[in-house]
């Protein structure tokens, strides 16, 4: 009688914490970006990304707001639902959103779980560092994966004063270790000028995921809106765009609504006998 296996051998290998760590020991890198549909992610699954981040920048991106803050744990858990489907290949990333992540430990731990239980996501990610390595060890000992996220800090941006380069690199060190000896499996490091990014990534043994923090890290990520053109305002010094969608999907709107207007749609064509 031959054996049953659990394991898919045509599957694409899953990237998990221990392939990202293995990564940072052999000199790899880390491709990250951000997702939270179903067509996007398994657009960027296919394309070989290795870790998709289930933002809570989609207060921006897609709701619309000002700042991150106004997303709540479960819109996170709606978006976080279709990007764990879509994903065959890539580890999933999961915000825990404001305030979630900043009341009691108990409430991060039962919101950490809700993201493995209500989704096909593997790990969260939490603002801060030193301040936040009670909470980080908490969910870790309760098999709940933890990034930890230092330096800009968007759900602390009016205490930060707003959206500013930070600089103080013995603090940010300081944040990063800690996060570290918590338990994070890796650090996301937001706008810090390289030289700090290159002491913390120094500091660490994990893997550190820069977005405008320069070249030193181990991986680097965007949010996909920025990356691909599709945005409505501001872009980042850090960011390149290798698309121009906003525009394309412009173009195909407006040829559209000509189309209608002048009755040339439909035509023949698009029209059942």
């Known amino acids: 009688m031959a054996k049953l296996s659990m394991v898919d051998e ?34 960027l699954d296919q394309a070989g990304i290795d870790v998709l981040l289930v933002g809570d ?43 979630d992540g900043q009341l009691s430990i108990e409430r991060s731990i039962c919101c950490g779980a809700r993201v493995l239980k209500e989704t096909r996501c593997h790990a969260v990610k939490l603002e801060g560092g030193a301040e936040q390595a009670s909470r980080i060890e908490a969910m870790v000992t309760a098999g709940i994966p933890v990034m930890a996220h230092v330096g800009l800090r968007p759900q602390n941006v009016f205490v930060q004063g707003g ?23 890796a650090v996301l490091i937001e ?11 120094a500091a660490v043994r994990v893997p550190t995921i820069g977005i405008g923090a320069g070249r030193a890290t181990t991986g680097q990520v965007l949010v996909t809106h920025d990356l691909i053109g599709l945005t409505s305002g501001y872009t980042p010094k850090f960011v390149r765009t290798y698309a121009s969608i906003g525009e394309t999907i412009r173009s195909a709107a407006s040829a559209f609504h000509q189309a209608v207007g002048d009755g040339s749609f439909p035509g023949p064509d698009e029209t059942f006998d």
């Open 57 to 99: 920048s989609l207060a921006m991106v897609v709701q619309g707001h000002e700042t991150t803050l106004p997303v709540t744990m479960d819109q996170m858990i709606y978006h976080a639902e279709m990007v764990g489907r879509a994903a065959s290949r890539a580890m999933v990333v999961v915000d825990l959103p404001f305030p």
């Open 163 to 185: 959206y500013q380069v930070q600089r103080d690199e013995a603090a940010l060190v300081k944040d990063a270790v800690a996060a570290e000896r918590a338990g994070a499996f």
């Open 10 to 43: 045509k599957a694409p290998k899953r990237v998990t914490t221990r392939s990202l760590q293995r990564r940072r020991d052999s000199g790899g890198s880390i491709s990250m970006l951000t997702a939270y549909d179903f067509p996007t992610a398994q657009l």
């Open 191 to 201: 706008c810090v000028p390289e030289s700090v990014a290159e002491a913390i990534h």
